[in-house]
């Protein structure tokens, strides 16, 4: 990707997601994930000061540390930020996310989102070009962005890691690119 910043925080990691329809490959959209520098450094230090420095560790414990939101006094500010390759309408996205979200957070979360997520998205959908990002903002909150502007946020302890565990987490929906973090990982650290 060619951004490098997003609402202040630096690129991590990115790559394009490809759908299989048949023998046919489309390309939906490219994905990075950004991090507030700062707080990422301090909470992924760890990490990188185990014996034998980033390449050589696990990356285990750098994906939970991506994913946890247990204690508010290490939060860092992180976002996931889609740019589409192709036309998609909202029920699409809504679709795609409700598989793993619905079963994770409850009902009335899951409805508040899509709510969010559909509005902010409107009866056109999103044109090839468009973008939608999910930033966890606070340890508990995520806001959604369309088209690169703030269209609401949803409180709830669940909901921002498990939209971010969608692309870190155990069952990550492009695992090529999750195989990818630790490598930005090590680049943010090394920064001064």
Request: hydrophobic fraction near 40%; proline fraction near 7%.
């Amino acid at each position: 990707m060619s951004v490098a910043h997003i609402h202040g925080h630096v690129f991590l990691y990115g790559y394009t997601q490809v759908k299989k329809l048949g023998f046919i490959e489309v390309q939906v959209y490219a994905l990075g994930i950004f991090v507030e520098p700062e707080g990422a450094k301090r909470v992924l230090a760890p990490w990188a000061n185990n014996t034998g420095g980033p390449a050589g560790n696990s990356p285990q414990p750098l994906f939970e540390s991506l994913l946890d939101n247990t204690d508010p006094a290490s939060f860092f500010g992180r976002a996931l930020h889609m740019v589409f390759a192709r036309a998609v309408s909202g029920k699409q996205v809504a679709d795609a996310l409700g598989e793993k979200l619905s079963k994770v957070v409850s009902p009335d979360v899951f409805e508040r989102f899509s709510s969010t997520l559909l509005e902010g998205i409107g009866s056109s959908g999103l044109a090839k070009g468009e973008s939608l990002s999910y930033y966890w903002c606070q340890n508990e909150v995520l806001r959604v962005y369309v088209r690169g502007v703030p269209v609401g946020e949803v409180r709830d302890g669940k909901l921002p890691r498990a939209i971010h565990a969608g692309f870190l987490g155990d069952d990550p929906g492009a695992p090529e690119a999750k195989a990818q973090v630790p490598r930005g990982a090590a680049a943010l650290l090394s920064e001064p």
